[in-house]
């Protein structure tokens, strides 16, 4: 008989509140998310200290970040099929958040560039192992609502970042702005570790069963349902991080307001309404996934393609009174597009590899949208003049891949059912 593997902690029959564990998480995520688009808030004023164009921001915000998150990513994961995903979590949590402080310290590109680089390293620790202990501690019936919740991270974190971010660079200084959101952190991860237990995981973990990486990734290959998710998931992410990375600084540049105003403007128009979004399609994927596996997945495709075309229309708004009105149903229906997805994930994924397999759907898909999108963005902006009209340019190239997400995401949503059986008879 093998033996148990021991990712569990002693005294699990004593386990932690389900709900303060998603609080500990979502506070931990909201600095996740706090920390990544802070630099996005701060565009102006390091590109005036660094002399920097469009270009070498859209490096840093983009691919800096996004190579080792994605490359630690799903080593990390199958860490954490096997071993405590709080200890994880913690330690990435408290390297993002040195790195975000270390930002702070740069004296130059190469030393922000580096610096960004931790940001991605820390960061490749919570997505996977957190959704997996969620799904251990809430049942199937609760998920939808449980990782909408755990959602509103993306938008209070950008509320933070994009908003707060440049009203302490005006009060402070732009480094001190770095130092102020990095530290909490810190205190976060200690409180993860003193507070939460690592649950008994939903079936028992043999080591010697588990399969290779290759073995994983063949099997996932025979599932149409797992690849064409995880393309549309990038490519909407490559549409939505275009704009929520660049927004902040078309809104300074169109609308002739000062930097504070602009982007605290769009942080709060977008972010609020995205908070909203996010909890309505928890609700709303819940629901419909009673009625079966393919209707939150449908719901995603649906919400993508209306999310894409309010995006476009924002981005050539000829005031910032428009701009506000159409940021509404953009943050309502971009808050919520990505729980369809999220929410099918343990669904169709088996136990053994569940965190190691959404830790490679995250990783394609991040390349897709961090990767590309804001680096895109910003080069044709940096290539046509790095003005406000260039700008629209750039992002009206990058935008539309959320027409193409939604296709893929509608036909895949046919498939989830059917590719569940088969994954798990493997």
């Known amino acids: 008989m093998a033996a148990r593997s021991s990712v569990t902690d002693p005294a699990a029959e004593r386990q ?8 500990l998480l979502l506070a931990i995520y909201i600095f996740n998310f706090a920390d990544r688009y802070l630099l996005t808030g701060l565009i102006g ?7 920097l164009g469009d270009g070498f921001m859209g490096l840093l915000m983009g691919p800096a970040f996004v190579v080792l ?21 913690a330690a990435g949590c408290v390297m993002w958040s040195l790195s975000t402080i270390a930002t702070g310290l740069a004296t130059g590109p190469v030393s922000l560039a580096f610096a960004r680089v931790g940001v991605g390293i820390g960061e490749a620790a919570f997505v996977a192992p957190a959704y997996s202990l969620l799904t251990d501690y809430f049942r ?8 909408a919740i755990l ?13 707060g971010g440049p009203a302490l660079a005006v009060a402070y200084g ?25 649950p008994p995981r939903s079936v028992v973990i043999d080591r010697s069963n588990q399969p290779s990486f290759m073995t994983m990734v063949k099997e996932l290959s025979g599932s149409p349902s797992y690849i064409l998710m995880m393309i549309a998931f990038g490519l909407g992410s490559l549409s939505g991080v275009a704009f929520g ?66 995006v476009l229309a924002a981005t050539w708004a000829p005031s910032l009174a428009m701009a506000k009105w159409i940021a509404i149903p953009s943050g309502l229906l ?24 959404t830790a490679l759907f995250i990783a394609v898909s991040t390349l897709l949208g961090y990767f590309i999108g804001p680096s895109l963005a910003g080069a044709i902006s940096g290539a046509l003049g790095d003005t406000a009209e260039s700008l629209r340019i750039g992002l009206s190239v990058a935008i539309p891949a959320g027409y193409g997400a939604a296709l893929l995401g509608w036909i895949a949503s046919g498939r989830v059912a059917a590719d569940r059986k088969l994954l798990n008879l493997n």
């Open 16 to 23: 932690t509140n389900p709900w303060l564990v998603l609080a």
């Open 45 to 51: 004023p390091i590109k005036q200290e660094f002399r």
């Open 69 to 89: 998150y994605v490359l630690g990513g799903v080593p990390i994961a199958r860490l954490a099929d096997r071993s405590s995903r709080v200890r994880i979590i």
């Open 140 to 147: 199937p019936e609760r998920r939808g609502l449980v990782f």
């Open 151 to 163: 959602g509103l991270a993306t938008y209070a974190g950008q509320i933070a970042g994009q908003g």
């Open 174 to 198: 732009w480094r001190d702005a770095f130092f102020i959101m990095g530290s909490p952190g810190l205190l976060l991860a200690a409180l993860l570790v003193a507070i939460v237990r690592e």
């Open 245 to 310: 990375y660049w927004g902040p600084e078309l809104f300074t540049r169109a609308y002739g307001v000062d930097p504070v105003t602009a982007k605290a403007a769009f942080a709060l128009n977008f972010g609020l309404s995205g908070l909203i979004g996010m909890l309505g399609f928890g609700f709303l994927s819940d629901r419909m996934a009673r009625k079966g596996m393919a209707g939150p997945v449908r719901m995603s495709a649906l919400a993508l393609f209306a999310a894409t075309s309010c």
């Open 334 to 357: 971009g808050g919520g597009w990505a729980i369809g997805f999220f929410a099918t994930l343990p669904i169709l994924l088996p136990d053994r590899y569940r965190a190691a397999a």
